[in-house]
Every structure is written in structure tokens, then in C-alpha cells.
């Protein structure tokens, strides 16, 4: 079946600009999961849905990124006034459920550059 | 915080060379899983271990949870130039639905 998709795989913005990324979850997965990837480096938490709680936001890093889900599936990760250490690789991951089995499988990632 | 040490960083091997690596937590973690990314993509998911002491195989790749529930390990046997890129162990600590990951292996196969 369809994995996880994300658009647009890659995003170029100027600094101060907004930017929305997308996130389509695996048919049927209720959790959803944000992550940010900087070079080389591992995977940063951002923030988590799981059906129709409320979303655990405790990873954004500052009050310029939001992410909301809509009607349990797709996600949008927004970032405002972006900066340059806003360049990174964002990555969705969905999974059936919240405990076990609880496999988080991952969408291509966005690659976003902000000049 | 929660930590979760993964080494070794990097390592270059033979090709045909088996392979190890391992990571460690600073607490008890009730599922083990372990992706390889390449470059440009997501990461994938190769296997995941929800038991102390399972042991788990995908083809050539072993997976180990450890007794202590602390650690796991990841083997790679007769390694082959398609087994490059980088190797994460994402952990999930007991009482917790988020997971930690490891900083990743980059594995580079010499042929």
C-alpha cells in the first residue's frame, strides 16, 4: 500500500518568509509524528498527534512553528518568519497506534533551505 | 534528560565483513527500533523488538534487545556495497509514547 508521502520534498525560502509542509499519514494510522533532521545529525522531536487528543507540542522549538491535523490525516507543519537555522530535513512518521506494536514509519522528508 | 548513545559514529569495512553496533540508554526503554536512512530518503524501518532479550532477524540483519532493557544491538552479516548509509536506533522509554533516536552509524562498505 501508499507509505507516508510529503510535499514538496524540497523548499527553498528567503528568510522571514512563512512556509507549510505537508504530510500524508499511512491509511488508518492514528498517530502522527514531526521531526526535524540537521545535517548529519539525528532526529529532533517536534510534536505528535494521536487521533482526536490534543497534540503534544512540547517539541517546537519556539512559538514560529505550528503543525495542525485535519480530520485525523493529513498534517501541516508551518513555520513563520523563518531563519537560517530553520534549514533542515523535516520528517513525517505515522504508526497504528500509540504503544505496541507502535513501528513509526517515515515519509522522503522536506529538505528546507531558508537564504 | 533521556539519552541514548549510539556508537560507533562511523565505520568503513570490507566488503563480506560482518558488522556491529549498539546502543545504549540512561533508562529503561520498552521498544527498540532500528532504521537505515540513505542519503535524499527517509529513514526505513529494518526491524523492531519489543521484549527483553528478543532476537529478531531481517536477511542478514540481527537485532538483539538487551536483558537490562538498557540496550540493543544490530548486526549486519556478509555485508555487501548496498548496505551503506547510516543506521539509527530510535528507543521508546517505558511510561511514554515518544521515541529517542540514536545519532545514527554511518556505515561505508569498501568493495
Known amino acids: 500500500g501508499a507509505g507516508v508521502s510529503q510535499s514538496p520534498s524540497n523548499k527553498v525560502t528567503e528568510k522571514g518568509k512563512d512556509v507549510e509542509l505537508r504530510c500524508d499519514p499511512i491509511s488508518g494510522h492514528t498517530a502522527l509524528y514531526w521531526y526535524r533532521q540537521s545535517l548529519g545529525q539525528g532526529l529532533e522531536f517536534l510534536i505528535y498527534f494521536q487521533g482526536n487528543s490534543a497534540p503534544d507540542k512540547s517539541g517546537l522549538p519556539s512559538d514560529r512553528f505550528s503543525a495542525e491535523r485535519t480530520g485525523g490525516s493529513v498534517s501541516t507543519l508551518t513555520i513563520q518568519r523563518t531563519q537560517q537555522e530553520d534549514s533542515a530535513v523535516y520528517l513525517c512518521a505515522s504508526s497504528l ?19 | 534528560g533521556q539519552q541514548l548513545n549510539q556508537s560507533p559514529q562511523s565505520m568503513f569495512i ?41 532476537l529478531t532477524s531481517n536477511g542478514r540483519l540481527t537485532a538483539q534487545f538487551g536483558i537490562t532493557r538498557k540496550d540493543s544491538f544490530l548486526n549486519i552479516s556478509a555485508s555487501i556495497p548496498s548496505d551503506v548509509g547510516i543506521y539509527f536506533c530510535a528507543g521508546r522509554p517505558t511510561g511514554t509514547y515518544k521515541y529517542i533516536f540514536g545519532t545514527g552509524t554511518r556505515l561505508k562498505v569498501l568493495a
Open chain 1, 97 to 115: 497506534a500509540s504503544g505496541p506494536p507502535d513501528e513509526q514509519y517515515f515519509g522522503p522528508g522536506t529538505r528546507l533551505t531558508v537564504t
Open chain 2, 14 to 54: 570490507q566488503e563480506g565483513e560482518d558488522v556491529s553496533m549498539n546502543c545504549t540508554s540512561s533508562s529503561i526503554f520498552n521498544t527498540w527500533l532500528w532504521y537505515k536512512q540513505d542519503p535524499g530518503e527517509g529513514p526505513v524501518l529494518l526491524i523492531a523488538l519489543y521484549k527483553a532479550g528478543e
